[in-house]
């Protein structure tokens, strides 16, 4: 199956050219990560993850649903190939909020896309702090964004991709060019959604972000970011303000979820 071009680009709000240029890559890495939400709902409920065109399509495209970044960066590897544009898989080791003498598991996945004779990476999977633009892979430079600045600093044989998060360059992920595959991304999914001591299966998280804001959520926790400003903080304590925030700060359907209610109940009554 190939993807519904023109359902997602719907799902995005992109109505601009669909063709391979630096433009329509920048544009589309603004509006995806604002449309389609970080979530991890399916691993916290037990619901398998699939990464087939179709399953990709059915739940962040059609379903109004969000996903982790195996899901956004599959979708988004299908969508930027479907308009012409040269793109390589690959993985990465998270190092946000890791100490540096602990050595993390290949469970990020991000892109290598070719426009207009230059390589970028694209990653609209990484939840809180996901990109909104490319970055150029040849440059060691600040990078802006319609968020924070990024950059990418040689770490020996590897990059290391960093944030600038209120006036700190604080790392998020490690990787280098390995090749790498599909069998490699089926491989970090299972793990990811699957490991009993993975965070994704032992309490909720949501990001979403858009003009001027980033909007943040474990377990029972809102955080509502400025860029270059202050931080919201909320405490929701009943199911029902869950499936509030899920529904209209993170724009999610939630219908076909069973076990949800009874889950959010559970998380309402964490302490932070």
Request: aromatic fraction near 8%; include cysteine; charge should be negative.
């Amino acid at each position: 199956m190939s993807i519904d071009l023109d359902a997602y680009l719907r799902r995005i709000g992109y109505d601009g050219p669909r063709d391979n240029s630096v433009a329509t890559l920048r544009r589309l890495h603004e509006l995806h990560p604002q449309a389609i939400a970080f979530e991890n709902l399916d691993p916290l409920l037990k619901r398998p993850i699939r990464l087939d065109v179709a399953s990709l399509q059915a739940k962040l495209v059609d379903g109004g649903r969000g996903g982790y970044c195996f899901e956004h960066n599959s979708l988004f590897a299908v969508v930027l190939r479907a308009l012409g544009f040269k793109v390589q898989e690959a993985t990465a080791r998270v190092r946000w909020t890791v100490p540096d003498n602990v050595h993390t598991p290949r469970v990020h996945c991000l892109l290598f896309v070719e426009a207009e004779g230059e390589r970028y990476l694209a990653d609209v999977g990484f939840g809180g702090n996901v990109l909104t633009a490319p970055l150029r892979l040849a440059s060691r430079d600040e990078q802006t964004t319609p968020h924070e600045a990024f950059r990418l600093i040689d770490e020996g044989p590897r990059l290391r991709q960093e944030a600038n998060i209120n006036g700190t360059w604080t790392p998020l992920y490690a990787f280098d060019f390995a090749e790498t595959h599909q069998a490699d991304y089926e491989m970090g999914n299972w793990f990811t959604s699957a490991h009993p001591n993975s965070i994704f299966v032992n309490g909720l998280l949501g990001a979403r972000c858009e003009p001027g804001k980033r909007y943040a959520l474990r377990d029972n926790q809102l955080a509502v970011h400025t860029p270059g400003g202050g931080t919201e903080r909320k405490t929701l304590t009943s199911a029902h303000e869950l499936r509030d925030v899920l529904g209209d700060v993170f724009k999610l359907r939630l219908d076909g979820l069973d076990g949800l209610d009874s889950t959010l109940a559970m998380l309402a009554t964490r302490t932070a």
